[in-house]
């Protein structure tokens, strides 16, 4: 049986079709795109796609330029492919919306848990609501509302956040929280943290001030 549909993106033959063949191993159904404007194009088309597996470097249209338009008008979570390691660059694809980062060589099962993971955290895994200090977060609808209106959040913004409300009044270090949303373990520089959390904070309004800063430890969420 097929889950959900699933985008990739990436103007090497041989890469598409090794990340289709495990998708497709896995019970995924998924379409192909050789450069970012037909990614875009197709995306936009396909109001079933759930999420997006992306190339950085490409042609016609890169990664980068790919993931600004789409988030320009929807929160489908992407992970990004680069040949490169740089933590400029993955700092930037955080900035732009990024849900996860995987390098080049990548090891197609780390791949595979890395899709499953986030698929599972956007999807509607559980019916649960939870309210604490104006703020409701629904995670069967992935909807999040304060004072009666809805928010919109990235996937890794909604995990964020459901993290910090479900440990409210605990102090959490970076590393704790990186392991917990991120899901492993994360060894670049823990601004990733502090870029997602500067976001959330302003899409949140004044209730992003019940995220508190810790110096030297890390955040607090406080209500």
Not at 170 to 180: D, G
Not at 212 to 221: A, D, L, P, S, V
Request: aromatic share 8%.
């Amino acid at each position: 049986m097929e889950k959900a549909k699933i985008l990739v993106v990436d103007d090497e033959s041989r890469m598409r079709k090794l990340v289709k063949d495990f998708l497709h191993h896995e019970g995924y159904a998924v379409v192909e795109a050789e450069d970012g404007e037909k990614a875009v194009d197709i995306f936009f088309a396909d109001s079933s796609i759930e999420l997006i597996i992306l190339d950085v470097m490409m042609p016609k249209m890169d990664g980068w330029q790919v993931c600004r338009e789409i988030r320009r008008h929807s929160t489908v979570p992407i992970i990004m492919l680069t040949a490169k390691s740089d933590e400029k660059d993955e700092l930037q694809g955080f900035e732009l919306g990024v849900d996860e980062y995987v390098s080049k060589p990548f090891s197609p099962k780390i791949l595979m848990a890395r899709v499953e993971a986030i698929l599972r955290r956007s999807g509607a895994v559980s019916d649960d609501c939870l309210e604490v200090g104006g703020i409701k977060i629904d995670r069967a609808s992935h909807e999040v509302i304060i004072d009666g209106n809805p928010v919109d959040l990235s996937v890794k913004e909604f995990e964020l956040l459901l993290y910090f409300m479900t440990n409210k009044g605990i102090a959490l270090s970076r590393e704790k929280i990186l392991n917990n949303v991120w899901n492993y373990d994360y060894f670049g520089d823990a601004r990733t943290i502090d870029t997602h959390v500067k976001k959330l904070r302003a899409k949140m309004g004044d209730k992003g001030d019940l995220i508190k800063t810790i110096w030297g430890i890390g955040y607090k969420f406080e209500a």
